[in-house]
């Protein structure tokens, strides 16, 4: 068991980040057992799921003449258009069935708002409306916080850089993640996690 000021935060191992889902990330899949087993080490376990409605602002076919993973400009900055996922209520938007769901004590939805996409599971893409999560580990005493899931180079980047910029240790297990890699994205991130004091581990 790891020390009781650590979190394990599990990002967006959903059916539609999974392969055959809508927005699939090659070898989605391939990090639950993993992921799974790792819930039993943390005294504090958080789910984080990506929860769209349908008229999402961040899907492209909510914008005519335009193609997913083309990027478009939004009053809050740059935001890449995606294919339609993880859409409220639909199968595409639970959690994969082998996902462990039980020893999770929180968890948090993110880009239910239409307006404005939510990566990291701190704050929406304006990068200052928080989701809550911070509040809740500081209740909990947390400072230190672990991070699993998908997409390695979104939604865990863009958390794991929001952790490190509040204060929280913050750590990335590279091997328990799996990544969507558009445009260099990959390195880019990489690189933004190691700037900002992520810890990278496999
Ligand atoms: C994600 C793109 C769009 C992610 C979520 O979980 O990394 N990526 N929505
Ligand atoms: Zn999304």
């Known amino acids: 068991m790891r020390p009781v000021n650590e979190a394990l935060i599990v990002i967006d191992i959903q059916n539609d980040f999974c ?12 990090i639950i057992k993993r992921v799974n087993g790792l819930m039993d080490e943390f005294a504090t376990v958080i789910l ?12 492209a076919s909510n914008h005519p003449g335009k193609a997913p993973f083309e990027a478009l400009t939004m009053s809050y900055g740059p935001q890449t258009l995606w294919p339609d996922h993880c859409i409220q209520g639909t199968a595409g ?11 999770a004590q929180l968890i948090i939805r993110k880009g239910f708002r239409a307006g404005i996409d939510s990566y990291s599971a701190f704050f929406e893409n304006d990068r200052s409306t928080t989701t809550g999560l911070i509040g809740y580990l500081g209740a909990r005493g947390v400072t230190a916080v ?18 490190a910029r509040l ?28 700037a900002a004091g992520v810890a990278l581990e496999e």
């Not at 392969?19 to 391939?30: S, T």
């Open 19 to 30: 392969p055959g889902g809508a927005l699939a990330v090659a070898g989605g899949d391939e």
């Open 48 to 59: 984080t799921q990506d929860w769209h409605p349908a008229d999402h602002s961040s899907f």
């Open 93 to 103: 938007a639970e959690f994969h069935p082998d996902l462990r769901t039980d020893p």
């Open 146 to 163: 672990t991070f699993v899931g998908l997409a390695t180079d979104y939604c865990v980047a863009y958390s794991a850089l929001d952790a």
């Open 167 to 194: 204060g929280l240790r913050a750590r990335v297990l590279l091997g328990a993640c799996r990544g969507i890699d558009l445009g260099g994205s990959m390195a880019r991130m990489m690189d933004e996690m190691r």
